[in-house]
């Protein structure tokens, strides 16, 4: 059975930071692309960050120069490191795997950054 499980979120006041884990289970993490997307309320979901296998990287125009995303195989963990946080940035937080016929989500987790 895949989980996906994100740990992390809360509230923080804008210019603050927060952690984002998300521990994985049931794959062969190395071999998924991971990401992390979010959602706000009446927006789409939308992609945040993305590490592939191979550790490449790739972030929305939002957040480049804010947020890092890393990822540990021996731990089957990946991390989102969010800096400089905005009010924009409240959303849910949601992890994800992928690769060519698979593709997961964990639960979600809160994100709310106060002015």
């Known amino acids: 059975q895949v989980q996906l499980v994100e740990s992390g979120g809360g509230l923080v006041q804008a210019g603050g930071s927060l952690r984002l884990s998300c521990a994985a289970s049931g794959i062969t993490f190395g071999s998924y692309a991971m990401g992390w997307y979010r959602q706000a309320p009446g927006k789409e979901r939308e992609l945040v960050a993305r590490?592939?296998?191979?550790?490449?990287?790739n972030y929305a125009d939002s957040v480049k120069g804010r947020f890092t995303i890393s990822r540990d195989n021996a731990k089957n963990t990946v991390v989102l490191q969010m800096n400089s946080l905005k009010p924009e940035d409240t959303a849910v937080y949601y992890c994800?795997?992928?690769?060519?016929?698979?593709?997961?989500w964990g639960q979600g987790t809160q994100v709310t950054v106060s002015s």
């Open positions: 994800n795997a992928h690769r060519i016929l698979a593709n997961y």
């Open positions: 590490i592939s296998s191979g550790g490449s990287t």
